[in-house]
């Protein structure tokens, strides 16, 4: 199985948000990373079909998903962004609605309905109406629906929106387990949401894909380029002019600073090893 993208231009008015993007997708998770304003809900609504691009094309299993609407549909589930329910539904009504929208009723559609809620973590408010549910809820909700035809590709725009710490934790669980000899495209601009599930993470910038791959592949980029050291807190605003500050962390003696550079920053400084923020944030510097 694959999907693939090819060359996708995407202008809105005489602005370009997708630049000539091209990438091919076989079974695996996939974490799209970018700033707010890179492309990604775009790139999702034209992969999903919901949106034309100016140029290039979608293909499923090497053909154009546009010459067969109705079966790609049949394989997808997608969560958008700003995920619509009828609050007057209960969980449970909703998700039947949708499974008898995908064409799935009855005892099956029933089944797996009930099945989805339970895995979610909905179980017990499933008779609830949707109104009286947290955001948290909402967004799980939003996820399960996503799932309801067992879809073999699966898209979702920044799924984890409105989850706290726990609710995060269950929804990783969840994708890794679902996601076997399927296709996962995840948006998000939190990178701890990708860093433990996503095998290929793709940095979307600016609408051109800037960089994919695993992240240990990533990292290498700025492998020996992060360090910690402590500075004195009157500089600490003078230092982050100059460099990519990840974290401060305020101390009684000063403030440590990790900070990203491919010259050794100060002289007390201390390399130490990187991870997928500090990444980030060499990508996606404050202010761009
Ligand atoms: P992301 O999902 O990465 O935040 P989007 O795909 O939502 O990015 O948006 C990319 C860019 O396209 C943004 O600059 C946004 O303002 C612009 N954009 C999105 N939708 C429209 C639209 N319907 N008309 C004009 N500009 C749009």
């Given amino acids: 199985m694959e999907l693939t993208i090819n060359n996708i231009t995407k202008q809105y008015?005489?602005?370009t948000v997708l630049d000539d993007v091209s990438y091919r997708f076989?079974?695996?998770i996939y974490g799209i990373l970018g700033a707010n304003g890179a492309g990604k809900?775009?790139?999702f609504r034209i992969i999903c079909g919901l949106m034309r691009a100016n140029c290039g094309n979608i293909q499923y299993d090497h053909k154009d998903i546009a010459l067969q609407a109705e079966y790609y549909r049949s394989i997808l589930g997608f969560l958008p962004q700003d995920f619509r329910y009828y609050p007057d539904f209960t969980g449970l009504n909703f998700m039947m609605y949708i499974a008898s929208l995908k064409g799935l009723n009855g005892k099956i559609?029933?089944?797996r309905c009930l099945d989805l809620l339970i895995q979610v973590g909905l179980d017990d408010v499933k008779n609830k109406?949707?109104?009286k549910y947290s955001g948290g809820m909402k967004q799980r909700l939003g996820i399960a629906q996503a799932m309801i035809n067992n879809p073999e590709i699966l898209i979702l725009d920044e799924p984890t929106v409105g989850l706290d710490p726990k609710e995060r934790v269950k929804f990783r669980k969840?994708?890794?387990s679902f996601a076997s000899e399927k296709i996962v495209l995840l948006s998000t601009h939190?990178?701890?949401?990708i860093e433990y599930i996503a095998d290929e993470i793709i940095i979307l910038k600016k609408g051109r894909i800037e960089n994919t791959g695993t992240i240990r592949y990533l990292l290498k980029d700025i492998n020996k380029c992060v360090w910690e050291c402590l500075v004195p807190e009157k500089e600490v605003n003078r230092i982050e002019q100059v460099y990519t500050v990840s974290n401060r962390k305020y101390g009684e003696d000063g403030v440590?600073?990790?900070?990203?550079?491919r010259e050794k920053p100060f002289a007390n400084a201390k390399q130490v090893d990187p991870v997928l923020e500090d990444l980030y944030l060499f990508y996606f510097r404050e202010g761009e």
Avoid: H, Q, Y
Wanted: charge should be positive.
């Fill in 190 to 193: 939190i990178v701890s949401d």
């Fill in 26 to 28: 076989t079974p695996g």
């Fill in 13 to 15: 008015g005489n602005v």
């Fill in 129 to 131: 109406k949707i109104r």
């Fill in 41 to 43: 809900t775009t790139l």
């Fill in 109 to 111: 559609a029933k089944k």
């Fill in 174 to 176: 969840l994708i890794s």
């Fill in 256 to 261: 440590v600073l990790r900070l990203i550079s």
